[in-house]
């Protein structure tokens, strides 16, 4: 048997290996990143990151080698599992930062909030591959759909984590949307929403509610709740065109940015490395987005194609918030940058994202024997 002609080596070569090679350059960027947010070392955040992305791309790469009727299969089981971790969380969840969003497994801290992003997703676009066409918008079709994405936002909205829960549905009402529920039930759904805002706003948080203030008005309070993004706006305007160069951060380095290798990585980068090193991240993230576009449009399957663009917008969720929150246009609400910002929970997330998609790349790559 030739080993370099074997089964598992031409299944190898159908990966998108283009892709993998603008995950790692974004993941190394973001090294440089932490290594330079800690002042110069790689402890405490850049080799403990580094390693993380070694193994979980090696477990994407894993993934990208099952086939996409095996997660058709396991979507019911993979979403119900997580509804009943997410009670499990209520119930006993451990409490971290004020807030409970954590089940000890004694080996480590898992988050099922975090992968539920994911298998809202799975689970709708399995539930729409037996939708019959013509019958997405009808009631006993939508209400269940809604139903799946209301019960997960509400448990995650307890525990509490705003930006997760906004997460989940945003991920599940692109599903149904590119599914082919009706336009007009979006924009009716909108305008409950809007009619619902005064109810919303009584139910929040008093820190949600002043994350929210201090979006609109961030100089009313600059020392105190609007001190985040009056900072990060500062370090991002400092960088100008090129930046201040590698670790030479004045924001950062003075300890003047908060949270400065997690929610504001993208602000210490910028401060750096300036608007080329912004749109070195959004053209590399980009690049993987119109791939994964591209994969989703020749994807065989209702279900593959649903997955891959529901995915691609979870993914494009993360990065657009996360931007918008450090530049001031959207409130802060504690989502990363993707493989950049540290954080192992959302790195599995994202390389998770990844692997699922690139298996269904492969999947519709031609045969190489």
């Known amino acids: 048997m030739d080993l370099l002609n074997g089964p598992w080596q031409r299944e190898l070569a159908r990966l998108p290996w283009t892709v993998v090679v603008l995950v790692c350059a974004i993941a190394g960027f973001g090294l440089v990143v932490l290594y330079s947010a800690a002042g110069g070392s790689l402890?405490?955040?850049?080799?403990?990151?580094?390693?993380?992305?070694?193994?979980?791309?090696?477990?994407?790469?894993?993934?990208?080698?099952?086939?996409?009727?095996?997660?058709?299969?396991?979507?019911?089981?993979?979403?119900?599992?997580?509804?009943?971790?997410?009670?499990?969380?209520?119930l006993v969840g451990a409490v971290r930062g004020g807030s409970q969003r954590w089940l000890d497994l004694g080996f480590m801290q898992f988050q099922p909030s975090e992968m539920m992003k994911l298998a809202i997703v799975l689970v709708l676009a399995r539930y729409y591959q037996y939708v019959p066409k013509g019958y997405e918008s009808r009631a006993q079709v939508l209400i269940p759909a809604l139903a799946l994405i209301a019960i997960p936002v509400g448990l995650v909205m307890l525990q509490p984590d705003l930006g997760t829960a906004l997460s989940i549905m945003f991920g599940g009402v692109v599903v149904l949307f590119l599914a082919g529920v009706r336009l007009w039930l979006f924009g009716t759904a909108a305008a409950a929403v809007g009619a619902l805002l005064p109810i919303a706003w009584t139910m929040l948080h008093e820190y949600q509610r002043k994350r929210v203030l201090i979006f609109l008005d961030p100089e009313s309070d600059p020392r105190g709740a609007g001190y985040h993004i009056t900072q990060s706006k500062i370090a991002i305007g400092s960088g100008g065109l090129t930046g201040k160069g590698f670790l030479n951060g004045t924001q950062s380095?003075?300890?003047?940015?908060?949270?400065?290798?997690?929610?504001?990585?993208?602000?210490?980068?910028?401060?750096?490395?300036?608007?080329?090193?912004?749109?070195?991240?959004?053209?590399?993230?980009?690049?993987?987005?119109?791939w994964g576009l591209r994969t989703a449009v020749n994807a065989r399957t209702q279900f593959q194609r649903l997955l891959a663009l529901g995915l691609m917008a979870t993914l494009f969720f993360y990065l657009a918030i996360n931007m918008m929150m450090v530049m001031g246009l959207a409130p802060v609400v504690g989502i990363p940058l993707p493989l950049i910002s540290w954080g192992g929970s959302a790195m599995m997330t994202v390389?998770?994202?990844?692997?699922?998609?690139?298996g269904i790349a492969r999947a519709n790559r031609p045969r190489l024997d």
């Open 253 to 290: 380095h003075l300890d003047y940015l908060p949270e400065l290798h997690t929610d504001f990585a993208f602000a210490t980068m910028a401060e750096e490395w300036g608007l080329v090193g912004g749109l070195f991240v959004i053209v590399m993230y980009g690049l993987v987005l119109v």
């Open 351 to 358: 390389m998770i994202l990844l692997g699922l998609v690139m």
């Open 43 to 90: 402890e405490p955040w850049a080799l403990k990151q580094g390693v993380r992305f070694a193994v979980f791309l090696l477990g994407a790469l894993a993934l990208a080698l099952v086939p996409p009727e095996r997660w058709l299969a396991l979507a019911w089981p993979i979403y119900l599992t997580l509804l009943i971790a997410l009670v499990g969380v209520e």
